[in-house]
């Protein structure tokens, strides 16, 4: 069975510290990598997507892929209050797959 | 460029009942995905259609369906409704071609069943 696993949170960083989110996922056939926030009542808002090993800078955000040890991780620089939400990080797995499968989000809350 | 857009925003209904939801997508977008959101389970994925044909289909019993028709547009059918049913159902689109699967979601419709 395909599963994501994210730290549970949740987890709390001052304003201008490093958010640091992790997910591990058990589908080593997984090409496709996504990180989501989402606001409390709101919709998932794609923020970050990585295919292949390494890191990948967007502004503030990086998200990191190692298929080896199937582990994707999000790091948010200089945090803000507004980035306080859910983090959802999901995954296709092979060829073939349409579906998403999500982790169950790690709550983050960035203290002013 | 409009997103997807999900109608209606909020629904009400009885059980027993049945529901109609709408997602059209975000334009040239042929992937549809629905989702249904709890705060138990987290997102669980419904099903998926690409160029009106089903390709996924997740672990929902039969009262679940949905089709997409010719212009992208899709619709998901929910019938004997039961107070489980209560949740966000979240529409994503995504054009599904090789090096682009991001998946782009609607505001959601928050059916309530009682």
């Known amino acids: 069975q395909k599963e994501v696993e994210q730290n549970s949170g949740p987890l709390s960083v001052p304003e201008g510290a490093i958010a640091s989110l992790n997910c591990t996922y058990s589908?080593?056939?997984?090409?496709?990598f996504f990180w989501y926030r989402q606001y409390s009542g709101k919709s998932p808002e794609l923020i970050m997507s990585i295919y292949s090993n390494g890191d990948k800078e967007d502004g503030r955000f990086t998200a990191q892929l190692n298929k080896a040890s199937q582990y994707v991780s999000l790091l948010i620089r200089d945090s803000q209050p507004s980035d306080s939400a859910t983090y959802l990080c999901a995954f296709y797995s092979g060829a073939g797959s349409y579906q998403l499968t999500f982790g169950k989000g790690t709550k983050l809350s960035v203290i002013p | 460029k409009a997103g997807v857009t999900q109608t209606p925003r909020y629904l009400i209904k009885t059980r027993g009942q049945q529901v109609t939801l709408s997602c059209s997508p975000i334009?040239?977008?042929?992937?549809v995905s629905w989702y249904q959101q709890t705060p138990g389970q987290g997102l669980q994925f419904l099903f998926e259609?690409?160029?009106?044909?089903?390709?996924n289909k997740g672990n929902f019993p039969g009262r679940f369906s949905g089709r997409q028709f010719s212009n992208s547009r899709s619709e998901m059918n929910v019938s004997t409704l039961e107070l489980g049913d209560s949740a966000l159902y979240l529409c994503?689109?995504?054009?599904?071609?090789?090096?682009?699967?991001?998946?782009?979601f609607g505001q959601g419709t928050r059916l309530t069943v009682v």
């Open positions: 259609y690409f160029s009106e044909t089903q390709r």
């Open positions: 334009s040239g977008h042929r992937s």
């Open positions: 589908d080593r056939g997984s090409q496709s």
């Open positions: 994503a689109s995504s054009q599904q071609v090789p090096g682009n699967t991001e998946a782009f």
